[in-house]
C-alpha cells in the first residue's frame, strides 16, 4: 500500500452531479490559487509545500457536506433497535433466511411465506428486485412479514437508490418498525431482462452506510439539515468468504464497518477452509469484536445445480468432493439436505460466527424443513 492505507480505507465522497462533465483541474487550480501554493513553494521546504498540495486535495475529495475519513465509526449506544440485533449481541447463534418478493401485488403470497417460517428464524430478508428483474418493493414486503410476525431485514440497492430515494425510504422504513437495513450494491441492471438500464449508480453500498449511520447517529441529512427523528436501525453488508485475496476483501469489509455496518450477511459458502483464511483476515485487523458475521448457506438439490454455481457464478466456490458427492446420489436432493447440515455444523464450531443466512436457490420448498433441522443441530434456544 506504499504507506498510504489510510488513503486506500478513506470513505470517498459519492459525486457532486452539478460538477460532472466538467474538467478538474480548474478546480485544483483555483483552489491552489487561494491557498497560496504556488508563491509558498517558493517561501517554504519542499516538505511542507508538499504536505500543504495533499491537504488541499484532501479538502477537495472530502467536501464539508461528506467529510469521510478512514477511522471506525460504533453505534451510539440506545440499546437494542430490533430482535436481530438483541439476538446477536446476546450471543444466540442467528438463523436469518432470504425471501423473494413476488412478481406481481398478491400480498397473500408473502403472508404463505410468513407462515411456513413463524416461530422458526430470526429475521427474513426481502431480496431488492434480484437478478435486475422488477418484483414488489422489498419496503412492501418488509411491512407485509412484520404484521406477520415475522422480523424483516430490508434490503436496500445502490442500483435502485439515489441519495435522496435512499434516505427518505430509510426513514419510511423506521416509521412503520422496520428496523434491520442490509445496504448492498446490486446486481448490474444489464442482467436483468431488459430494457438495461444505462445509468451509473448514485451511490456505493459503503457511501450509503456511511449516509444512513450519520442520519441515525448524527442525526443529519446529507445535505446538512437536521433531521427530526432519526431511524433506529440496525445496519448490515455484504461479504466475501471465497475471494482469492483474504487480505483485499478484509480491507474492503473494514471500510464498511467503519462507515456503519453492525452485521455481515455473506456470499455463498461451501469450502470452510476458505471461510477459516477469511475469518482470520478479518481477525488480523480487528474486525470480530466490531461486526456480526452471518454465513450464507444453501442447499444443492442436484448436481446440476451445484455445477452451475461452480462454473457460472462469479465468487461462489463448490469443492469437487461435493459435486461428486451428489452425482453419485440415488436421492440428490436428500444429499443435498445433509450436506447442508453438515456443512452449518463446521461453520457454527468456528470462532467469530454469529449466524447463518439461508438461500433458497430457488428450492423454497425445502426451506422450512431445513430450518428446522438446522434447529436441531445448533442447540436453538427453547421458546425462540
Keep these: 500500500m506504499f504507506g498510504r492505507l489510510d488513503r486506500l480505507l478513506e470513505i470517498q465522497a459519492p459525486l457532486d452531479w452539478i460538477h460532472v462533465g466538467r474538467e478538474t483541474w480548474g478546480t485544483v ?28 486535495f484532501r479538502d477537495i475529495r472530502q467536501p464539508d457536506w461528506w467529510q469521510g475519513d478512514d477511522q471506525y465509526h460504533p453505534p451510539s449506544e440506545k440499546g437494542y433497535v430490533s430482535r436481530l440485533q438483541a439476538s446477536l449481541e446476546q450471543g444466540e447463534f442467528v438463523i436469518t ?18 407462515l411456513r417460517f413463524q416461530g422458526l428464524i430470526h429475521a427474513g430478508n426481502v431480496t431488492q428486485n434480484p437478478m435486475a428483474t422488477t418484483r414488489m418493493s422489498s419496503l412492501a414486503c418488509c411491512l407485509l412479514l412484520n404484521q ?3 422480523e424483516p431485514v430490508l434490503q436496500l440497492t445502490a442500483r435502485d437508490y439515489n441519495r435522496l430515494a ?4 430509510v ?7 422496520i428496523q434491520n437495513v442490509l445496504c448492498l450494491t446490486g446486481d448490474a441492471p444489464t ?55 483474504p487480505q483485499h476483501e478484509a480491507l474492503r469489509l473494514e471500510k464498511k464497518v467503519n462507515a456503519g455496518a453492525q452485521f455481515i450477511q455473506t456470499q455463498l459458502v461451501y469450502d470452510v477452509s476458505l471461510l477459516e483464511r477469511w475469518l482470520d483476515a478479518l481477525k488480523q485487523r480487528d474486525l470480530l469484536s466490531k461486526v456480526h458475521i452471518l454465513v450464507g448457506v444453501g442447499p444443492l438439490r442436484s448436481p446440476k445445480v451445484a455445477r452451475f454455481l461452480k462454473e457460472r457464478i462469479p465468487d461462489i466456490v463448490v469443492p469437487d468432493l461435493i ?46 424443513r431445513l ?6 443441530v445448533t442447540a436453538f434456544p427453547p421458546g425462540s
Design 323 to 368: 459435486v461428486g458427492q451428489l452425482e453419485m446420489s440415488t436421492n440428490p436432493e436428500e444429499t443435498g439436505v445433509e450436506l447442508t447440515l453438515e456443512l452449518i455444523r463446521k461453520i457454527k464450531a468456528l470462532p467469530g460466527i454469529g449466524g447463518i443466512h439461508i438461500m433458497s436457490l430457488g428450492w423454497e420448498a425445502i426451506l422450512p
Design 166 to 169: 435512499l434516505q427518505s425510504e
Design 171 to 177: 426513514l419510511g422504513a423506521a416509521a412503520l418498525g
Design 371 to 376: 430450518v428446522n433441522e438446522v434447529r436441531k
Design 148 to 150: 406477520s410476525g415475522i
Design 29 to 56: 487550480i483555483s483552489e491552489a490559487r487561494e491557498r497560496r501554493l504556488f508563491s509558498l513553494k517558493k517561501e517554504t521546504s519542499n516538505q511542507r509545500w508538499r504536505d500543504q498540495i495533499q491537504l488541499m
Design 191 to 245: 442482467i436483468g431482462r431488459g430494457p438495461a438500464g444505462g445509468l451509473p449508480f448514485d451511490l456505493d453500498s459503503t457511501q450509503m452506510l456511511w449516509i444512513l449511520r450519520r442520519l441515525r447517529d448524527e442525526e443529519r441529512f446529507l445535505d446538512g439539515r437536521k433531521v427530526n427523528g432519526p431511524p433506529q436501525i440496525f445496519l448490515g453488508a455484504a461479504g466475501s468468504p471465497n475471494d482469492p485475496n
Design 97 to 114: 433466511v432470504e425471501i423473494a418478493p413476488p412478481a406481481g401485488a398478491n400480498a397473500t403470497k408473502v403472508q404463505e411465506i410468513a
